[in-house]
């Protein structure tokens, strides 16, 4: 079936850096996510985001956190600068329709802040 | 806010058991639920997807709706050992409500 990839699998980075989380989505899709799961916790939306804007964002949606596709490339979600309470597995999404039914998950990105 | 809760926290069955599981929402006017798996290092499984009440099968999953008390189940038939992963529920309008997942561990 239809796969979302993310780059990388695994991050590691120092406190105060600056993280580019990538998401390449289904091809055909039109609106892409984000979520957070930290470990042992429930999975949280962060964003959601159509026709390059963000429609919905979270509480959890610090604003050190930015979203972007430039020219139909990577779904990226970019933190500047990185804080310890950052460290998760942040999931991308992407659906062809607006709804929480037909979203595809990719693998995660497990992302650590020292 | 939708709050969505499962139980129990961790099951654990024998191979060939029926393995239910069990979601509570406090938001009844959302129109989709679903069930996911998510395997250690992995990312998640789509496992059934239900929109209106009573029962809907996928394979060995069949999960059940009743909206009018606020509950999703799903129930495992024939588990495996490769069935053991943490078992999601969700549901959702426009963004998607997550539970705090159920451990399931399936015994030889």
């Known amino acids: 079936g239809p796969k979302v990839l993310q780059i990388p699998s695994h991050q590691i980075i120092d406190m105060g850096q600056m993280v580019t989380l990538n998401c390449d989505p289904v091809s055909n899709h039109l609106y892409f996510y984000w979520y957070k799961q930290i470990l042992g916790q429930q999975m949280e939306f962060l964003v959601n985001f159509y026709n390059g804007k963000v429609m919905e964002k979270s509480k959890l949606f610090k604003d050190q956190f930015s979203v972007e596709r430039p020219d139909g490339s990577y779904f990226t979600l970019k933190i500047q600068p990185t804080a310890l309470e950052d460290s998760a597995v942040y999931f991308c999404?992407?659906?062809?329709?607006?709804?929480?039914?037909?979203?595809?998950f990719g693998p995660g990105t497990r992302l650590l802040v020292l | 806010q939708q709050k969505v809760q499962q139980s129990p926290e961790s099951l654990t069955v024998s191979e060939g058991a029926m393995a239910s599981l069990n979601c509570t929402f406090s938001?009844?006017?959302?129109?989709?639920f679903r069930w996911y798996r998510q395997h250690s290092a992995k990312g998640l499984e789509v496992l059934v997807s239900?929109?209106?009440?009573g029962e809907k099968e996928e394979g060995r999953f069949t999960a059940h709706l009743n909206r009018a008390n606020l509950h999703v189940s799903l129930h495992i038939r024939e588990p495996q050992p490769s069935d053991s992963a943490v078992y999601l529920c969700a549901v959702s309008n426009n963004r998607i409500f997550f539970g705090d997942g159920t451990q399931l561990v399936v015994k030889p």
């Open positions: 938001d009844g006017t959302s129109n989709n």
């Open positions: 999404a992407s659906s062809p329709d607006w709804g929480g039914d037909t979203q595809y």
């Open positions: 239900i929109f209106s009440d």
